[in-house]
């Protein structure tokens, strides 16, 4: 092999999935191997997605994404809620068009039959084309900011995320279209799949599940060794992560975390975890009141994603928030004490059961250390001057379309703010009180403090109140899924006096899926 050959193979390998690329081309029904020419087409074809990625994905630019759905198609979207379903559709951004690509509503809010606001959307290129992509990209995601009434909080954090380095999911502003019609601004972020895998990591695969409900073991607690009891609460999102090798990994990584012993914790974590960048993110978390999270009060929300061994590093987990939708309020939904009962030098709230977070605390050496940390965060990414101005440049991107966007601006955590206004005007009050009570927290760690919604440190009237919460929303669950069945059994019934046999099996599946134990909200991906 040339020398040339030689060293552009070699660059291309040590570029991000370089080596995903090359499987992915390769023609294994040809065992000829690659021209010079070829490599170097391929190793062009990268860079060119690298840069339109980077574009696509830019902070300070709102992107214009056209839909078209035909009228069919999005009365059957419409008619098949609570589940979401694909339908083709055509794609624009940029000059660029893309036909048969997969589209289907996505999140809770955009799921529920009654939502009368915007919807959220999943676009999936390789749906219908198995290698078809858009600049590299398998998947992306449209959110709709409606379920919290903010488009500003993820972009903001996954700012600062990016900013400290780290691998986390880009995002935007984008106006969009459907049949040439404004949908309104949503937020543009990147999917965590395998190509962002690829674009992020260096090297093999390894196994990437997400925590997007919670379950048993989703906040990291050791409940026993059969995987399939922490199946609820870890779903595979590729195909290394079903591998039996790579469950016991993460069965070992979860069992390790609750039971090495404390003098060996911090030893363990060193091998298994990307200390630093898991205690930026925990801090991150925290500063910005993103609560919703496994550092927070919510167990959920977050990809484990394992970086496999190598011949020059070890096996080493990362931790990757997703859905940052509901930060910068001070209490949310008038009960979540965001800034009171979450003290900036404590990394988790008093009451939460997490046993990672737990052990961290108790551990004096890497206290010190996540204090440390903190406050560097706090001084360079979270001042208020700096910070409010972000929010500033942020709403000034997309103020003049949301003048146009057909859909109430009404923030659900925090009822009072009616409109865009007294939105930005709320992150900015909770962005200078954060501010200052962090920095004497911090400065003044004093004893681990009391939580205002919990009453004990074995926190029984909160644990109450969480399960009754959580009963009540299976309860509004199974009460939608019920009328869905009956609505269901009515148009069965019609097909079969219509003698319209074919819809007839069409709608017994859906009434099949719909009876199914597990639920819906892992089908579809």
């Not at 951004?93 to 009654?114: D, E, F, H, I, M």
């Not at 996540?370 to 208020?384: G, N």
Request: net charge positive; with cysteine; hydrophobic share 35%.
């Amino acid at each position: 092999m040339p020398l040339r050959l030689l060293f552009t193979a070699a660059v291309l390998l040590i570029h991000p999935a370089g080596s995903n690329l090359i499987a992915q081309t390769a023609d294994i029904s040809d065992s000829r191997p690659p021209t010079e020419n070829h490599v170097a087409r391929e190793l062009q074809s990268k860079n060119d997605h690298e840069r339109n990625q980077e574009v696509f994905y830019a902070a300070d630019q709102v992107q214009t994404i056209r839909l078209r759905i035909s009228d069919l198609d999005q009365q059957k979207m419409r008619a098949a809620l609570p589940e979401c379903i694909y339908v083709p559709a055509q794609l624009s951004w940029n000059g660029q068009t893309l036909k048969q690509v997969g589209v289907r509503y996505k999140g809770n809010s955009s799921a529920n039959p009654q939502q009368k606001h915007k919807r959220s959307y999943l676009i999936k290129f390789s749906k219908y084309k198995k290698q078809q992509r858009f600049l590299g990209l398998e998947r992306i995601s449209l959110d709709n900011g409606v379920q919290f009434g903010s488009l500003f909080s993820e972009p903001i954090i996954t700012d600062i995320l990016r900013k400290l380095g780290h691998a986390t999911h880009r995002c935007n502003f984008a106006k969009l279209y459907v049949n040439e019609q404004f949908a309104g601004v949503y937020v543009n972020a990147e999917r965590i799949d395998d190509s962002f895998i690829s674009h992020h990591f260096l090297g093999k695969a390894g196994g990437l599940w997400k925590n997007d409900t919670g379950g048993p073991g989703g906040d990291l607690r050791f409940v026993g060794d059969n995987p399939n009891t922490y199946s609820k609460a870890f779903e595979p999102k590729n195909k290394q992560a079903e591998s039996k090798e790579e469950v016991l990994q993460l069965l070992t990584f979860i069992k390790d975390i609750n039971e090495v012993p404390d003098e060996k914790f911090e030893q363990l974590l060193s091998q298994k975890l990307d200390i630093d960048n898991f205690l930026q993110t925990t801090a991150v978390m925290l500063l910005s009141g993103a609560f919703d999270q496994l550092t927070g009060w919510g167990p959920h929300n977050y990809y484990l994603y394992r970086v496999p061994r190598s011949a020059t590093a070890s096996t080493k987990w990362h931790y990757l928030p997703w859905d940052l939708d509901v930060g910068f309020c001070e209490i949310a939904f008038g009960k979540v004490y965001v800034i009171e009962d979450w003290n900036a030098a404590w990394p988790i709230p008093l009451g939460t059961r997490n046993p990672l977070l737990e052990r961290l605390i108790q551990n004096p050496k890497l206290l010190a250390r996540y204090r440390a940390i903190a406050s560097d965060v706090l001084e360079t990414h979270f001042t208020p001057q700096q910070l409010c101005n972000t929010v500033d440049a942020k709403f000034a991107l997309i103020q003049d379309a949301l003048t146009k966007d057909p859909f109430p601006k009404r923030r659900v955590t925090v009822p009072t703010d009616q409109n865009y206004e007294d939105i930005v005007n709320s992150m900015k009050r909770f962005i200078r009180k954060r501010y200052d009570s962090a920095k004497k927290q911090l400065m003044n760690p004093g004893e681990r403090p009391i939580p205002k919604q919990g009453t004990s440190d074995d926190g029984p009237h909160r644990a109450i109140m969480q399960r009754l919460e959580k009963s009540a929303r299976k309860a509004e669950s199974l009460q939608r899924k019920l009328h869905e069945i009956q609505r269901t059994m009515q148009l069965i019934q019609r097909s079969l006096q219509q003698q319209n046999f074919t819809e007839a099996e069409r709608l017994l599946e859906v009434m099949e899926r719909l009876t199914e134990d597990e639920s819906m909200n892992k089908q579809n991906r």
